[in-house]
Every structure is written in C-alpha cells, then in structure tokens.
C-alpha cells in the first residue's frame, strides 16, 4: 500500500528538506549562527506504512524537538508578539514529544503520566486514521498526518522568522535569537563546571555525572533566558553551586511546622528563610538533635530581627 501514494509521502520529505534551508538561511542571515546542531538520526524509511510512522516519529523529533529545540522554541515564543498563532505548532510539538515516548519507552498503565502520554496518542492516532489503535491500513493515514503536521510546524517557524527580520525591532529580536542560541549546553561543560564548583565547596565522593544529568535540562532552560550582557560563567557556576549544596544537604531534624510553632510565625516566605537558617546551623553543627536545632534557630532568628 505504500507504494500507491509513497510519492506523496516523498514529496512532502523533500518540502520539509526545503523548508530546513530556508530556516537555516534565515537564521544564518539574522543571527550569524546555525539553527541548530547537525541532524544525526537517520531519515525514515518508509518501506511499510508502520515501521514508516516510529521512524518518521524518531526522526522528526531528533531534529525539531533536540537538535533545533533552542531556536524552534524561541522562534514559537515569539509569534504572537509578531501576530503569529503558535497554537497548531505549539499542540504537534506536544504531540510529537508524546508520540517519541510511546514509542521509545515502556509505559505504566497505573503511572499518572504514563497514562496521560497514551491517552494523547490515542486522541491523535483517532483525529489521523479514525482510529485509537491503527490497524494495518491505517498507519497510512497516521504517517501522512504526521509529515503534514510537521511541515505546518516548520512553515509556521518560518513565517516568524520573516516576521522577525520586517519587524520596527528586527535587530533586538534577532539578538534575542542569537542569544538563546549561544546559551545552551552546546557551549557549557557542565562536567567540568561542576568539578571546578565541587572542588571550590570541599564537596567529595559525589557522582557528578549522574548530578549533571539530572540538573542539565533545568540549566539549560535556565541559561537560555539570561541576557546578553549577563556573565554566563558567574551564573552557571551559581547554578552548578545550588545544585551541589542541594546534594549534599543534610536532611533535617526539624519541619517547617516545627519553625512555625517555635518561631511563632505564619505560614510563607518567612518559614522557607527560617528553614534555611536552620540547614546552615545544623550543617555547622551536625551533631545538633531536634530540641538543640530549635534552640539555636531561635536565638540565631532573634538576633537577625534586632535593629
């Protein structure tokens, strides 16, 4: 069956080939940096309709949702400020990263989010091939939707690209672009960031490398938002020291009902300070139990109080 209309599945390839240049262009033009990193996954291999679908799935978001996520995901936060709709884009993305999921891991039915995940695929395969579970002859449908689906979300990109380049602040959101291009992973060694910051906090016998995977997407997110003419070695090594002090923070023998109860104050900002009071008392003396911890912290809160 995919021979029939294989062309068209061809076809629609080698738009969004086309339309790849021309956002690579575009942001070479505006920002005198590349769109993303280099694509690596291989192309789908549409000899069967299903097997077609999974690796068209793998394939697009390899590339639109990795390679290029910085400057997709920038160019869709800006499309409304350039009188762009973002939705469509914004709902294949969510779409797409809930299909690679499905696909590539091993779902639990019971796990909130795991059931989420399938219920969004199901929905989609539905609106596609009229069905929750495609059957042999509809993963046809499925595969067509989905290039069809991708192309708008390129094309849309575009469109806000080139909105960019006409705006009355062509150059500012141009820099904006550029900037969250050169504030991702791609250009910080996390690794090596936190050993420096390890070695500056006395801070041993940690696994670093499973601290830098489990914090590298939330720098990344972070990085990407500060300015240009913020010093992006101070701020990542502020990030890579918050993470290392949560490691090795030592659990408490006090909640924050306790401080509350003791301190005789309400619930809000003032019990997080206190509780962070308290973790610095306990991790200068760690030997200290509840009753002495509460103590200290009393004595220590009345004195920041006094004038």
């Known amino acids: ?54 690796t068209t799935t793998i394939w697009l978001s390899s590339w639109l949702e990795e390679a290029w996520k910085a400057s997709m995901k920038y160019l869709l936060g800006q499309a409304l400020r350039v009188g762009v709709d973002p939705a469509e884009a914004e709902r294949f993305r969510h779409v797409l990263g809930r299909l690679r999921t499905f696909f590539a891991h091993n779902l639990d039915p019971s796990n909130t989010r795991d059931r989420g995940t399938r219920d969004t695929c199901y929905a989609w395969f539905k609106d596609a091939c009229g069905s929750r579970v495609p059957g042999d002859d509809q993963w046809e449908c499925c595969l067509e939707a989905l290039l069809a689906s991708a192309l708008r979300c390129l094309q849309l990109a575009i469109e806000v690209a080139r909105s960019i380049e006409c705006h009355a602040d062509s150059a500012t959101l141009s820099n904006m672009w ?36 489990r914090y590298s997407r939330r720098w990344a997110e972070a990085l990407s938002l500060i300015p240009a003419s913020a010093d992006l070695d101070t701020a990542t090594t502020r990030h890579m020291e918050q993470a290392l002090l949560a490691e090795t923070g030592r659990l408490l023998p006090v909640t924050a009902a306790d401080v509350m109860e003791r301190l005789a104050i309400n619930p809000g900002e003032s019990v997080e300070v206190a509780l962070r009071l308290a973790q610095v008392l306990y991790s200068m003396k760690p030997t ?3 009753s002495s911890l509460l103590d200290s912290l009393v004595e220590n809160w009345d004195q920041l109080k006094s004038p």
């Open 1 to 54: 069956m995919i021979a029939a209309s294989g062309s068209g599945l061809h076809v629609t390839l080698s738009e969004l080939d086309r339309r790849r240049t021309e956002l690579e262009m575009l942001c070479d033009a505006l920002t005198s940096c590349p769109v993303g990193d280099p694509v690596t996954a291989p192309r789908p291999v549409l000899s069967s309709p299903q097997h077609g679908f999974v």
């Open 178 to 213: 550029r900037d969250r291009l050169s504030r991702t992973d791609v250009v910080v060694n996390y690794l090596g960031e936190l050993q420096s910051a390890a070695g500056d906090l006395g801070c041993g016998g940690l696994n670093l490398t499973q601290i830098r995977d």
């Open 288 to 290: 200290l139990d509840r």
